[in-house]
Structures are given as structure tokens and as C-alpha cells.
């Protein structure tokens, strides 16, 4: 991992708004964790989807920022595949293929009991910007 990469996600101000924390971030890997709270409930006092969503995508791109080059999301897919009410919500990604300009990531999201809750699949382009690049031109702004 790049210390480059680190910054450019904890740069993510959505995130932070959102509680999203980066827990590990290394090698085309990356956990994050959300606690619940009353506010990412939805209607039906269930995790609100774009919760869930957002937790995954901040491992997401910590896995794909974490060799030195600026990655963005190409395409992504979420299975929703149990809902959550309480407690802290844990989204582990992995890198399945990197070439020069296309990584593959698959990122589970559980629950404090190991149930899968989310599979979300994302498809990154690799830009020329190095992440050490990207976080100075943050900082110049």
C-alpha cells in the first residue's frame, strides 16, 4: 500500500460523513466498517440500501487506489442478500484480476455475526495519475 493511496481515501469526505471507517487498505485489499445508527435506517428500520452501498464502495476504491494509481469505478453490481438493523457492519475487498487498465474487486459486507449481507462487484479503470499525484493536487486546492 501506498501512503499516497491512504490519503486519497481518507480524502473522502462522503465517507467520513457517512461513518465509513478504513480499517486496513493493502495489496488490492481493503476492510472498512460501518457502526449503525439510527440514521442509516430506512423507512422499514432496516440498513438503508445506499448504506450498504457506500460501505462497499469505500473498499472498493481503497483496494483499487492501493498499488500507487488513481483508479475509478468502470461499472458496479450489488446482491443484496440479507438486511441489517444494529450493530457494526464489516466490508472486506479483494482484488480477483488487475491488468494495466482494468481490476476486478469483489467486496463481501457482514454483519457482527459473519452473515453476508452484500456481494458487490466492481470493475476499476486504472488511470495514468499516480495516487501521490492526485493527493497533491487535493492539497493545492
Do not use: C, W
Not at 116 to 127: D, E, N, P, R
Amino acid at each position: 500500500m501506498t501512503d499516497s493511496g491512504r490519503k486519497l481515501v481518507d480524502a473522502d469526505r462522503f465517507a467520513r460523513f457517512t461513518g465509513v471507517e478504513l480499517l486496513e487498505m493493502g495489496d488490492g485489499r481493503a476492510v472498512t466498517r460501518l457502526e449503525i445508527k439510527d440514521h442509516h435506517r430506512n423507512g422499514l428500520g432496516v440498513v438503508q440500501g445506499g448504506a450498504l452501498f457506500t460501505l462497499a464502495d469505500v473498499a472498493f476504491a481503497a483496494a483499487s487506489n492501493s498499488r500507487g494509481q488513481v483508479a475509478v469505478a468502470l461499472t458496479v453490481g450489488i446482491t443484496f442478500a440479507k438486511a441489517a438493523t444494529t450493530g457494526t457492519l464489516t466490508a472486506e475487498a479483494s482484488e480477483e484480476s488487475r491488468g494495466p487498465k482494468v481490476g476486478s474487486y469483489r467486496i463481501h459486507v457482514r454483519d457482527e455475526s459473519g452473515d453476508l449481507l452484500v456481494t458487490f462487484q466492481g470493475l476499476a479503470y486504472i488511470k495514468r495519475q499516480t495516487t501521490a499525484e492526485a493527493v497533491s493536487h487535493i492539497r493545492g486546492k
